[in-house]
Each structure stands twice: as C-alpha cells, then as structure tokens.
Nanobody, 116 residues
C-alpha cells in the first residue's frame, strides 16, 4: 500500500508560481511512476506530468514549457513546479503512483486557484 500526501496548493495571481509537493510513503525509487493530475471544475481528471523510476519525465501539452516535475529520493517527495500560471490551471491537483504490478494510488488532492 502506497500513501500519497499532496501539499503546496493555494491562491495565486495569473503569471505567478506555485510548487506542489507529493510525499510518498515508500521509497520513490521503488515505484514505477509518479505523476501529477488535475481536475478542473466540471471536467475530467487529466494528466499533467509524470516521472519514471529510470529518471525519465513526460509532460502533456498543458504543462510543457511552464511546469517542471522532479523528485527528491532522499525525501521520498515528488514536486511540480508551476510557473506562468493561468486561470485555466485552476483545479484540484492530485498525485498518482503506479507500482510494478500496475496498481495505482491517489492522494487526496490539493486545490490550486489562479485568479486576480
């Protein structure tokens, strides 16, 4: 069982930045992939970015060029640095982990609101 705890959300003005953190209950290096998803009001949950055990990363078009996903193995934490935020980035951001048996785990989410 993997537990994920997100933090770092909040209210930010357009153009601002936030860094989200996902604390993982086990060694990040033992997990196949950790990713960030978001769900805007009235919309389906969508992938933003993910990072893989081999060090690779993947960004969707939404995130590319503005967001950076990274991991700190010593702290068992995966970060999502979000810059140049737009109102359409508003939503609940969830951390997701996938293990080698294809089980997936979700955190409780953290709210991000981009508004002036």
């Amino acid at each position: 069982q993997v537990q994920l705890v997100e933090s770092g959300g909040g209210l930010v003005q357009p153009g601002g930045s936030l860094r989200l953190s996902c604390l993982v209950s086990t060694s990040v290096s033992s997990i196949f992939a950790v990713g960030w998803y978001r769900q805007a009001p009235g919309k389906e949950r969508e992938l933003v970015a993910d990072t893989f055990r081999d060090g690779g990363t993947h960004y969707t078009e939404t995130a590319r060029g503005r967001f950076t996903i990274s991991r700190d193995s010593a702290k068992n934490t995966v970060y999502l640095q979000m810059n140049s935020l737009k109102p359409e980035d508003t939503g609940v951001y969830y951390c997701n982990a996938e293990d080698d048996d294809d089980y997936t785990y979700w955190g409780q989410g953290t709210q991000v609101t981009v508004s002036s």
